[in-house]
Nanobody, 123 residues
């Protein structure tokens, strides 16, 4: 089992920045691909970004390319999401997810999910 705990979400003004963190426990994080997804009320979760086990491969949804950066520190069992140039459309609950496959994370089929952290961007 892997337990994931997200933090860093808060209210921020449009144009601002946030860094989300996801700390894993229970298993060694380096065994898993990781990702961030987000959900807005009434919608299915959508993928934001994924990162490979080593961190050498990343992928982003088109709507965050150039603004968000996913990274990981396996020694700290932590994954990050640096979010810049935030806009009100980025308001959502952001979830951290872990799985053996980045493809499964992207499809919303990750084995492990955190409880989410709320990001609210005011205009």
């Amino acid at each position: 089992q892997v337990q994931l705990v997200e933090s860093g979400g808060r209210l921020v003004q449009a144009g601002g920045s946030l860094r989300l963190s996801c700390v894993a426990s229970g298993r060694t994080l380096s065994n898993y691909a990781m990702g961030w997804l987000r959900r807005t009320p009434g919608k299915e979760p959508e993928i934001v970004a994924t990162i490979s086990r080593s961190g050498s491969v990343t992928d982003y949804a088109d709507f965050v390319k150039g603004r968000f950066t996913i990274s990981r520190d396996n020694a700290k069992n932590t994954v990050y999401l640096q979010m810049n140039a935030l806009n009100p459309e980025d308001t959502a609950v952001y979830y951290c997810a872990a799985d053996g496959s980045r493809q499964d994370i992207s499809a919303g089929r990750a084995d492990y999910w955190g409880q989410g952290t709320q990001v609210t961007v005011s205009s």
